[in-house]
């Protein structure tokens, strides 16, 4: 299988931990030169930071191969927490604009300003990091479900408009992964999640970061407008 990924230019939000640092690491091994966009240098909610960072790897490398956009942040709470007949709490408006911001705007963001230079390169991949909870919601994450619902919206829009441009479009759709942040929870809550996907077990970091890899690569080069669930099998209900 031919990947011709060797001297490409990949950026990757979010790249400094967790599934960001494997896909930078997955990158690499492949022969390519992965640039990490991530905090307190590079923030995806910053307009002309990211338009900045863009032009800055145009200058330095001649063109954007990859972006995978991978910056994400989690916020929980429910919408109405309700006790005894009465409102105990509601989602703040900065813990709902928080998640939105980061993991859907920011998305835009950098895809703004990394398209124009694939356009003119005549080619590019842009990767979009969603979730299983986009395709089915989840308890306690109204904002995180609906940012990682737009990035597929996102994704599939996008595939149509670049697609004339030889950029090809995609989504990866995690299940629960063991990165090290999850892996700090108590370990009945490690159980219950790996007994909820029909594998048995959770992911790893270099699950999601080889499907990037995949779907950056010539083997996949009639992949486009694609969700691919990388999550054990993981359905509702199980």
């Known amino acids: 299988m031919e990947l011709n990924l060797k001297n490409k230019i990949v950026i990757v939000t979010g790249g400094a931990a967790g599934i960001g640092r494997a896909t930078v690491a997955a990158f690499e091994a492949e022969g390519a030169k992965a640039i990490v966009w991530d905090m307190p240098d590079v923030d995806v909610t910053n307009v002309e930071i990211i338009n900045a ?5 145009v200058a330095k490398h001649g063109r954007i191969d990859v972006l995978v956009n991978n910056a994400g942040i989690v916020r929980d709470a429910q919408l109405v927490k309700w006790k005894d007949g009465n409102v105990v709490s509601t989602m703040p408006d900065d813990v709902f604009n928080a998640v939105l911001n980061v993991n859907l705007k920011g998305v835009f963001n950098c895809t703004r300003a990394v398209a124009p230079h694939m356009i003119q390169g005549g080619s590019g991949v842009i990767l979009n990091a969603s979730s299983i909870v986009g395709l089915y919601g989840n308890f306690g994450q109204t904002n995180y479900a609906a940012a990682k619902a737009g990035v597929i919206s996102f994704t599939k829009t996008w595939a149509r408009e670049l697609g004339r441009y030889n950029i090809r479009v995609n989504c990866v759709a995690p299940g629960f992964i063991a990165t090290d942040m999850v892996k700090s929870m108590p370990q009945n809550i490690l159980d219950s999640m790996a007994g909820k996907t029909p594998i048995g077990k959770l992911g790893e970091p270099l699950d999601i970061a080889n499907a990037y890899v995949w ?13 691919l669930s990388v999550d054990g099998g993981l359905v509702m209900g199980t």
């Open 53 to 57: 960072a863009a032009e800055d790897v």
């Open 215 to 227: 779907l950056a690569s010539d083997a996949a080069k009639f992949v486009h407008g694609a969700v």
